[in-house]
């Protein structure tokens, strides 16, 4: 009976190891690949401060010449040099509330002011979209490892148990 509950419980060691090697496999995949998906690029980026505007205030030839839409998104302007841009918010920001005449941290690459996006830990860094799939894709990932080791299978406990007395006896 004892080395019943010894072979268990080496099985559960085994799976916790292979739950704990995965997700940390898993997080370190993940974070070389946000830190290094970013645009604009984060280590070849500047900040600087931006106002969320309402972009029904703005006239059709910088809705033009920016790109910019009318809709749910919001609008940021932001200074340059010499040059004002705009450019639209982007969906990723659910998380957090953002209202007009806000001021918000903008990063932008400095080759091409035109791509910029807010600066803010939810929406730059970490979006739901991303989020998700790398979750799926971890889960998927992790019952292909579960279904390969296989699984706790105690019709095969009493063979196991009669080949080790073979082997070593």
């Known amino acids: 009976m004892n080395y019943k509950r010894q072979y268990f419980r080496s099985l559960g060691l085994q799976f916790i190891s292979l739950y704990r090697t995965a997700s940390i496999l898993y997080c370190i995949a993940f974070a070389v690949y946000v830190l290094f998906s970013r645009n604009p690029d984060y280590f070849e980026s500047e900040t600087t401060r931006g106002t969320i ?29 010499t040059e004002t841009y ?5 969906d990723n920001y659910f998380l957090t509330a953002i209202k007009p005449n806000e001021t918000v941290r903008v990063i932008f690459n400095p080759g091409d002011p035109k791509q910029a996006c807010i600066y803010r830990f939810w929406g730059y860094w970490i979006n739901a979209d991303e989020l998700l799939y790398s979750v799926m ?9 579960i279904l390969i080791t296989g699984k706790n299978d ?7 148990d009669l080949l080790r007395r073979i082997k070593y006896n």
Request: charged content about 20%.
């Open 53 to 81: 505007i309402n972009p029904n205030t703005l006239d059709a030839a910088v809705l033009k010449k920016f790109h910019l839409t009318v809709d749910d998104y919001p609008v940021v302007i932001f200074a340059e040099g």
């Open 86 to 90: 705009y450019f639209n918010g982007s």
């Open 137 to 145: 894709g971890f889960a998927i990932l992790l019952g292909v490892a």
């Open 154 to 160: 105690t019709d095969n406990e009493q063979d196991e």
